[in-house]
């Protein structure tokens, strides 16, 4: 578990971490991507058809590989059951203000800094590693929120300002759609919004996140301190090979 313990460290300190999107719920699609050599994998639970079972199977596949997961909502009980079974911390979509991110913060930490339930599960090894894991876990959970809405711009400032968010993970599309510019991730206007939470959290000194379908839309922002970089997706891996071949067959 010592690469996922540390994942959280590492994030904060804007390592360059590199990892891919998994959204279909195949455990062998998991540790086939973690012996690539990816420094964390990102779950997809929000579009992806998975229930906690089989995301936690993903989990334990993929180890010693961390792994974040993309929980449908906000929801308490998403949040719960995403850091019990073992994950180095969760994507929370849909973030568009401080007071939600506050909520969603106190759901993640055991008391007296926040309000999680403790209970018996994988994440601490069933409890074979309870008290070492109650100890450290507000420390080593990564908290990544995600703005990708015209309201999560205006509020981007106080969001950033909250104890507790390790990172800003943009989602440009979601955004490009809520500024009435759906995929037009590079129009002025998008660019724009994308500019504005960059400098926040750049003030903030807040790690910043970004996805990608490819190498080539994902390395400007790392040229721009995004540190916490997704790179392509699971089903298109596959589409983009199976075509090759078979354009290869056919010529």
């Excluded at 079972?53 to 995403?82: D, F, N, V």
Aim: aromatic letters at 6%; charged letters at 20%.
């Amino acid at each position: 578990m010592e690469n996922i313990n540390n994942f959280a460290k590492r994030l904060r300190s804007k390592e360059i971490l590199m990892g891919t999107l998994v959204s279909l719920p195949s455990p062998e699609v998991c540790e086939l991507l973690a012996s690539v050599g990816y420094d964390w994998l990102f779950i997809d639970a929000e579009h992806g058809a998975f229930n906690p079972q089989q995301a936690q199977t993903m989990l334990q596949a993929a180890a010693p590989t961390p792994c974040l997961i993309r929980i449908p909502t906000g929801e308490t009980i998403w949040i719960k059951k995403a850091l019990d079974i073992g994950a180095a911390g969760v994507i929370v979509p849909q973030v568009h203000n401080a007071v939600q991110a506050k909520k969603i913060i106190s759901d993640c930490k055991y008391s007296p800094d926040g309000n999680r339930g403790v209970g018996i599960g994988r994440a601490h090894k069933y409890g074979i590693d309870f008290e070492r894991y109650l100890k450290n876990a507000n420390e080593e959970t990564a908290v990544i929120l995600q703005a990708e809405s015209s309201e999560a711009v205006n509020n981007i400032a106080e969001i950033v300002k909250l104890e507790g968010v390790d990172a800003i993970l943009i989602g440009p599309y979601d955004l490009s759609a809520s500024l009435g510019k759906p995929g037009e991730i590079d129009h002025p206007i998008v660019q724009s919004a994308i500019k504005e939470i960059i400098e926040a959290c750049q003030n903030a000194k807040i790690s910043m996140g970004i996805f990608g379908v490819s190498a080539e839309a994902v390395s400007p922002y790392k040229e721009k301190g995004f540190s916490l970089l997704t790179v392509g997706t699971d089903t298109a891996f596959l589409i983009d090979s199976a075509k090759i071949m078979l354009s290869r067959m056919n010529n």
